[in-house]
Structure formats: C-alpha cells, structure tokens
C-alpha cells in the first residue's frame, strides 16, 4: 500500500512547490496538503496517515503545537519539522515532539530520501501497538547511577565537554539522544556526527545543561521494573562490543576510512538498545525471559522472537530510525545478528559489530558456545573476511582482559 504524508505550510507558493517537486513521487506515497495547523487536524481525522511534515513558524497554530497534538492523538504517525531559523528555545521545544527536522529550505533529494528512509523502516514493525509504542518515545532510560553522575556534573560550575562526552559514553539511552539531536537540523550541523564527544562539543555545554537540566531529555530506568544487574550487564556487553568493534575495523582491511571506525564504536554502543525498550515497556516478560536465557541459555534475540514475534533487533532499529540517526548505524542495530540479508556486501560498521557480538559473548562466556554460534561464516566468506577472525579473535580476547578497554 502507499505511504500517506501530510504536508503543512501556511505559504502557497511553498505549498505549491512541493506538489511539483514529489509529483514523480506520487506512484509511491498518496500526499495531502493543508495552509495550517487546524487543517491538518481536521484532515488527519477524516483519513489515516503515516507521516507530517510541517513548517516551524504559522499563524494561530505552529508546528511546535501541532506535532504536540499529532503526538497526543496520532503518536504513531512519524513527524518531521522543517527548523528554519529558530530561537535556542524553540529549537529545544521541537526537538521534544518531533523525530527529525530539516532545514528550510530543504533540497528536494534531502526531502525526498528522509521520506523513502524512513518508510523503509516501517516494514521492520508489523504490529501496530508496538510501533505506535514506539513512536511515542522521546528517550531511552539511562542506568540510574549514570543519571546520577550526568545530572551532578552538569550542575557543576566547571564542566567540560570533554567530562560530559565521556559520561553520556557510556550510556546507550543517553548517546542515542545526544545523536538524535546532534544530527538534525535542530542545531544547524550539516555534517553527520556519530560520537557522543563530537556531539557534546558541537553543542557545547550551555547548550546541554539546558536540554538536560530544563527539558529533561535524559531519563532514569525504573528499577522496579527490571534488576539492577541486567542494566549493568547490558552496558558492559555494548562497551565491550563497541570498543572491540572500534579495533577490528582498523584492521578490516587496507584503507578503512576513520568514520567508519567511529561509526563501528557508536553503533556496538547502541547494538542491543531495542532491549532497553522492550524491558522498559513489557518489564515482567523481560524479566522472564532473562531468567530463561539464564537457566535454559537461549539467546534473547530467539527468546524475544518466540514471546513478542519481534526482536531487540527490529525494535531498536525503527527507534533510531525515526530518529535520524546514521544509516550505517540503523543497519548495525537492524543486522547485527543476520548480515547476509543486508544487499551491500562490502566491509562495514555492521561487519565488525556482528563479528564484536559473538566474540563479546564468547569472551564474557567462555564455556558458552553461543557465541561462535552467532558468526555468519557465508557471509565473512562472501567478504573474504574469515582468514581474519584468529586475528580478531586474539584483538577481543585482549580487549576483554583489559576490561573492555583498546590501549
């Protein structure tokens, strides 16, 4: 079925403009346009649609109040905003009810390819409880005693950004925020920025105190919902992954470019977040099924498959999706455990966060073999890639005795 998209702006020849510019566009998406924010609610309640995209700066109604309605009655619908030039409060204000912004004007590819990007993750959430779920989130929850820590320092006189980068570092809920942010138009960066320091250093500290400390971007996970050592043993795991991910794609290969090592460490980072919300959500079946991996060692990723019809894996990588992050780290988050079905067969984040993975298991398992189960031997053969895993393997395994850490 096509996909159906409301345009809203108050300005005709704007208006206009886009109907001729996606006009090529109509066979795939069925596209409305409205002049204002109660337009388009009249018209978002006569008919279903899958995505808005509205002006920032209208008449009676803006888009900040609009997408604060369209979150409330539809949260299911994906909402883009275009940013323009904002105020710092505005700007923080619709970073809180919409998923991405663009810049206006917008180039016509940008526009079109945000759109078909994020339409391709919608096959990934069949259930239409669990994406409208989803789609509701404005954060992932942090480990409460990271909450803690960011919280103080940022009351602090003397923070750095280089003492806040590494913080939210080693926080999956906090990095996945700190990137969404980074990455849209909200601040004005046109380059994609995929590390929590770079991150912290484009905004710079005022701007992250505000965000944290006045809009409460970052939030704490409830411990009543799942035990402590899972949080914990969850952020150990995704370090450990990131960083031996980090290392392998310096040694994938001749030539391999500095991003997609940067890119490799983020998304070992935020590989498993989907975890964090199927915990979050469906707390006393997670907790289930962590006492099942426990006692009848079978992976998460089947367990989740068999009590959800749905994994960490799907879950995880519409989020981060409709957030904006990076396309090589959704595709991490989305393959990591089955990289053949990924078309692009050439070394990537995703190469080195699915060989991380199961060397991450096998390392903080070692009588374990679920590990060695989860490599795709065909696929690092596809690449020509499995005369590396000794080498790997010896990288992981010194990783791992440095407490995660590449020296």
Same mark, same amino acid.
């Not at 006009?23 to 596209?31: G, I, L, Q």
């Not at 779920?133 to 919280?151: A, F, G, H, Q």
């Not at 704490?220 to 949080?231: A, G, H, P, R, W």
């Not at 470019?257 to 977040?273: R, T, V």
């Given at each position: 079925?096509?996909?159906?998209?409301?345009?809203?702006?108050?300005?005709?020849? #704007?208006?206009?403009?886009?109907?001729?510019?996606?006009?090529?566009?109509?066979?795939?998406?069925?596209?409305?346009?409205?002049?204002?924010?109660?337009?388009?609610?009249?018209?978002?309640?006569?008919?279903?649609?899958?995505?808005?995209?509205? %002006?920032?700066?209208?008449?009676?109604?803006?888009?900040?109040?609009?997408?604060?309605?369209?979150?409330?009655?539809?949260? !299911?619908?994906?909402?883009?905003?275009?940013?323009?030039?904002?105020?710092?409060?505005?700007?923080?204000?619709?970073? !809180?009810?919409?998923?991405?912004?663009?810049?206006?004007?917008?180039?016509?590819?940008?526009?079109?390819?945000?759109?078909?990007?994020?339409?391709?993750?919608?096959?990934?959430?069949? %259930?239409?409880?669990?994406?409208?779920?989803?789609?509701?989130?404005?954060?992932?929850?942090?480990?409460?005693?990271?909450?803690?820590?960011?919280?103080?320092?940022?009351?602090?006189?003397?923070?750095?950004?280089?003492?806040?980068?590494?913080?939210?570092?080693?926080?999956?809920?906090?990095?996945?925020?700190i990137l969404q942010l980074s990455n849209s138009a909200f601040?004005?960066?046109?380059?994609?920025?995929?590390?929590?320091?770079?991150?912290?250093?484009?905004?710079?500290?005022?701007?992250?105190?505000?965000?944290?400390?006045?809009?409460?971007?970052?939030? !704490?996970?409830?411990?009543?919902?799942?035990?402590?050592?899972?949080?914990?043993?969850?952020?150990?795991?995704?370090? #450990?992954?990131?960083?031996?991910?980090?290392?392998?794609?310096?040694?994938?290969?001749?030539?391999?470019?500095? %991003?997609?090592?940067?890119?490799?460490?983020?998304?070992?980072?935020?590989?498993?977040?989907?975890?964090?919300?199927?915990?979050?959500?469906?707390?006393?079946?997670?907790?289930?099924?962590?006492?099942?991996?426990k006692k009848e060692k079978i992976s998460f990723?089947?367990?989740?498959?068999?009590?959800?019809?749905?994994?960490?894996?799907?879950?995880?990588?519409?989020?981060?999706?409709?957030?904006?992050?990076?396309?090589?780290?959704?595709?991490?988050?989305?393959?990591?455990?089955?990289?053949?079905?990924?078309?692009?067969? !050439?070394?990537?984040?995703?190469?080195?966060?699915?060989?991380?993975?199961?060397?991450?298991?096998?390392?903080?398992?070692? %009588?374990?073999?679920?590990?060695?189960?989860?490599?795709?031997?065909?696929?690092?053969?596809?690449?020509?890639?499995?005369?590396?895993?000794?080498?790997?393997?010896?990288?992981?395994?010194?990783?791992?005795?440095?407490?995660?850490?590449?020296?």
């Amino acid at each position: 079925m096509k996909k159906q998209i409301l345009f809203v702006d108050d300005e005709a020849n #704007l208006l206009q403009g886009l109907k001729r510019m996606l006009r090529p566009m109509r066979h795939e998406w069925d596209m409305a346009f409205a002049d204002s924010g109660p337009d388009a609610l009249k018209i978002l309640g006569r008919s279903p649609f899958d995505m808005v995209v509205t %002006d920032m700066r209208m008449p009676a109604m803006d888009g900040i109040q609009l997408l604060s309605e369209i979150k409330r009655l539809y949260p !299911q619908i994906t909402r883009i905003i275009f940013s323009g030039d904002l105020a710092e409060k505005l700007r923080m204000k619709s970073a !809180q009810v919409s998923h991405q912004s663009l810049a206006k004007p917008c180039d016509s590819e940008m526009l079109k390819s945000t759109i078909a990007r994020t339409f391709a993750l919608y096959d990934l959430l069949a %259930d239409n409880s669990l994406k409208q779920m989803v789609s509701k989130m404005d954060s992932l929850p942090s480990i409460p005693s990271v909450y803690s820590e960011i919280m103080e320092i940022l009351r602090s006189e003397d923070a750095s950004t280089r003492e806040v980068g590494k913080i939210i570092e080693k926080d999956t809920g906090m990095t996945a925020k700190i990137l969404q942010l980074s990455n849209s138009a909200f601040f004005g960066l046109r380059k994609k920025i995929s590390s929590p320091a770079d991150a912290t250093t484009f905004l710079g500290i005022e701007t992250i105190k505000t965000l944290v400390l006045s809009f409460q971007i970052f939030s !704490q996970f409830d411990l009543k919902k799942v035990d402590k050592s899972f949080l914990e043993e969850l952020w150990s795991h995704n370090m #450990l992954v990131g960083t031996i991910a980090k290392k392998i794609s310096e040694q994938g290969g001749e030539g391999q470019k500095q %991003d997609i090592s940067d890119q490799s460490f983020m998304a070992g980072l935020l590989h498993d977040c989907g975890k964090l919300v199927l915990a979050d959500h469906f707390p006393e079946k997670y907790c289930e099924l962590i006492t099942r991996s426990k006692k009848e060692k079978i992976s998460f990723f089947e367990g989740e498959r068999e009590i959800f019809d749905v994994t960490h894996s799907e879950v995880g990588a519409y989020l981060m999706g409709i957030w904006g992050l990076p396309v090589p780290i959704i595709e991490v988050i989305a393959f990591h455990h089955c990289p053949g079905k990924l078309t692009e067969k !050439q070394f990537s984040p995703l190469t080195a966060v699915h060989v991380a993975n199961a060397l991450a298991y096998d390392n903080q398992s070692p %009588d374990d073999e679920s590990g060695s189960s989860l490599l795709d031997y065909e696929y690092l053969s596809e690449l020509n890639l499995a005369d590396h895993l000794t080498t790997w393997t010896a990288t992981s395994r010194s990783i791992s005795q440095k407490g995660g850490v590449d020296e």
